[in-house]
């Protein structure tokens, strides 16, 4: 019965990463079709869709080629969450909660019982020299002062471009971006926003509309369980369990809240996040 339940553990991974591959596929040729914008959008998304129709294709093309290097393990550990935890999958939690377990899990990667598993010299196996690993991880703390604001930048302009009426008129998206950051008191030069407006697909389409702030949300919980963790004996198969049948097994069959609330004990709390996150700027 193991090996059966290990075999469609993997066909679920294999079948959730080719969807992935043909979504991505698929968005790619849509994007080479020529739309009449009125037909498709109004207010915000209007005005973007036809700054991005009148922008030179190569300038927006090369726009697009920022990135995030943190996101790609991220989503590698969404894609393994989806594809082994069917019912929260299925029950399509809600934006604010469903980056909570790749977050929770991004904390493991560095923990000496996970890290020799996988650190390891590719022609000899030997593991990664206790020095080299020290200094890999402080590497890791460096600008998280950039780190947190560029995200929240992103997030409050998110906000300000869902806040606009349905038929609001944006003549000039740099402009109203400008605005927003400004008026929010994060137009800094040397930390613009995650995203710029013209590519920000995450909040277009990208199902987080108003709800870019859930990957600060979902870090806030993240740091919070994490310490549920550590209170409890650290990362073992029976705390691993628990968290397995308080959370990612029950999907969205109830509130999500009150789900962290029974297994935390707590509705979480910014404590917790702001000593991991401090501890790194101090660092």
Known sequence: MESLKIGISMKKLVFTLLFSFLLVLTSACNDM????PEKHFTGPQLALAKAIEAADRDAVGSLSKETDLNT????????????????????NPPRDFVEFPSQINE??????????HYARHYQSGEPMPDALRDKMLRATQFNKG??????????LLD???????????????????AQAIAKE????AAVPPRYRSSYFSHIFG???????????????LADDGYQWFVEQGGLNRENGQKFRDA????????????????????????????????????D
């Open 33 to 36: 079709k020529k739309i009449e």
């Open 72 to 91: 790609p393990g991220k989503e590698q550990l969404t894609l393994l969450f989806f594809a082994l935890n069917e019912a929260m999958y299925n029950d």
């Open 107 to 116: 904390h493991w990667a560095s923990q000496p019982q996970v890290f020799a």
């Open 146 to 155: 950039y780190d947190m604001t560029e995200l929240l930048s992103a997030a």
């Open 159 to 177: 906000m300000n471009w869902h806040g606009l009426a349905a038929n609001a008129e944006v003549n000039d998206v740099a402009s109203f971006e």
């Open 185 to 188: 008191k994060l137009d800094l």
């Open 206 to 220: 990208g199902g987080y509309a108003a709800g870019y702030y859930a990957y600060l949300w979902t870090q806030m």
């Open 247 to 282: 959370i990612l097994s029950r999907g969205n069959s109830t509130d999500l809240a009150e789900l962290y609330r029974q297994w935390r004990g707590n509705n979480g709390t910014v404590e917790k996040y702001g000593a991991q996150r401090m501890a790194k700027l101090v």
